[in-house]
Nanobody
Framework: QVQLVESGGGLVQPGGSLRLSCAAS????????MGWYRQAPGKQRELVAD???????NYADSVKGRFTISRDNAKNTVYLQMNSLKPEDRAVYYC?????????WGKGTLVTVSS
């Protein structure tokens, strides 16, 4: 089992920044890929960014150039630095970890972008 705990969400003004963290515990050493997804009200959950244990990254087009995903394998933690936030970035952000053949999800952290 892997447990994921997100932190760092909150209220920020448009143009502002937030940094999300997701710490994995349990059988975290075998995690292959970690990533961030988000779900806005009335919308499906979507990929924001993910990163493999080797550091390969993938971003949604809507966040390219604004968000940066990084990972500290020693701490089993993945980060999402979010800059130039827009109102449409408002969502619950979920951490995901792939430990084949299993997939684990965190409980989510709310990001609100509003003036």
């Amino acid at each position: 089992q892997v447990q994921l705990v997100e932190s760092g969400g909150g209220l920020v003004q448009p143009g502002g920044s937030l940094r999300l963290s997701c710490a994995a515990s349990g059988r975290a050493s075998s995690i292959y890929a970690m990533g961030w997804y988000r779900q806005a009200p009335g919308k499906q959950r979507e990929l924001v960014a993910d990163i493999t244990s080797g550091g390969d990254t993938n971003y949604a087009d809507s966040v390219k150039g604004r968000f940066t995903i990084s990972r500290d394998n020693a701490k089993n933690t993945v980060y999402l630095q979010m800059n130039s936030l827009k109102p449409e970035d408002r969502a619950v952000y979920y951490c995901k970890a792939n430990r084949p053949p299993y997939v684990y999800w965190g409980k989510g952290t709310l990001v609100t972008v509003s003036s």
